[in-house]
T-cell receptor, first 111, second 114 residues
Framework: GQQLNQSPQSMFIQEGEDVSMNCTSS?????WLWYKQEPGEGPVLLIA?????ELTSNGRLTAQFGITRKDSFLNISASIPSDVGIYFC???????????FGPGTRLSVLP | DARVTQTPRHKVTEMGQEVTMRCQPI?????VFWYRQTMMQGLELLAY????????DSGMPKDRFSAEMPDATLATLKIQPSEPRDSAVYFC????????????FGPGTRLTVT
C-alpha cells in the first residue's frame, strides 16, 4: 500500500530553536494531517490541511500542504520542553481510498 | 471536555484467549477508527466506521479480528483467539461528520498476549 516518509526520524534541539520536519509521498494526497503523541497517550490532532499550498497555523505550529500535493511540512517556532514527543503526519490519498500514517519524527528539546 | 474513552487501559492475557476492547466515541461524532500501534509497524488502520456501518476493514486480519458498533456510543474490537503477535497498543479514534479523516484519539488499550 501507499506509504508516507517522514524526516528527520529524530531530532535533538535546544530550547528556543525553531524546528522543521516534513512528510513525503510518492503519490498525490488530498488531505494532510499532523498529530503529536506523548508517551502513554493517543495522538493529538494539531493541524489539518485540505488544499494544495494551504498554510495553517496553530499557535507556534505552522503546517503547509505542499504545492505538488506529495508533501507537507510542519514548523515549530521557539521550541519549549513540552514540545517533546513524536510528530506524525497522516494523509488521505487522491482517490479517498487509503488513509495512512507516517512513521513519525521524534523530537527532543534540550533545556 | 469531550474525549474518546477506551477500556480496559491495560490487558494481559494468555495465547488463545478472547480479548474484547471497548471504545466510547465523542458524542455527536459519526466516524470511528481502530488502530494498532507497534514499534515495528507504527500506526496501522484496522477498521473504519461511518454512521455505525463498516466502511473499511481491509487492514484487519479477518480470521481472528472483528469490529462492531452495537450502537452510536459503543465500538468494540474483538480478537479470538489471541496470539503473542497481537501484543500492541490499540487506539480508537472518532471524528465529526463533514471532516475528512480528522480524528480524535482515545488513550489506547495496551494488550500483552503471553
Amino acid at each position: 500500500g501507499q506509504q508516507l516518509n517522514q524526516s528527520p526520524q529524530s531530532m535533538f534541539i535546544q530550547e528556543g530553536e525553531d524546528v522543521s520536519m516534513n512528510c513525503t509521498s510518492s503519490s498525490i494526497f488530498n488531505t494532510w494531517l499532523w498529530y503529536k503523541q506523548e508517551p502513554g497517550e493517543g495522538p493529538v490532532l494539531l493541524i489539518a490541511l485540505y488544499k494544495a499550498g494551504e498554510l495553517t497555523s496553530n499557535g507556534r505550529l505552522t503546517a503547509q500542504f505542499g504545492i505538488t500535493r506529495k508533501d507537507s511540512f510542519l514548523n515549530i517556532s521557539a521550541s519549549i520542553p513540552s514540545d517533546v514527543g513524536i510528530y506524525f503526519c497522516a494523509g488521505l490519498d487522491n482517490y479517498g481510498q487509503n488513509f495512512v500514517f507516517g512513521p513519525g519524527t521524534r523530537l527532543s528539546v534540550l533545556p | 471536555d469531550a474525549r474518546v474513552t477506551q477500556t480496559p487501559r491495560h490487558k494481559v492475557t494468555e495465547m488463545g484467549q478472547e480479548v474484547t476492547m471497548r471504545c466510547q466515541p465523542i458524542l455527536g461524532h459519526n466516524t470511528v477508527f481502530w488502530y494498532r500501534q507497534t514499534m515495528m509497524q507504527g500506526l496501522e488502520l484496522l477498521a473504519y466506521f461511518r454512521n455505525r456501518a463498516p466502511l473499511d476493514d481491509s487492514g484487519m486480519p479477518k480470521d481472528r479480528f472483528s469490529a462492531e458498533m452495537p450502537d452510536a456510543t459503543l465500538a468494540t474490537l474483538k480478537i479470538q483467539p489471541s496470539e503473542p503477535r497481537d501484543s500492541a497498543v490499540y487506539f480508537c479514534a472518532s471524528g465529526p461528520a463533514g471532516t475528512s479523516y480528522e480524528q480524535y484519539f482515545g488513550p489506547g488499550t495496551r494488550l500483552t498476549v503471553t
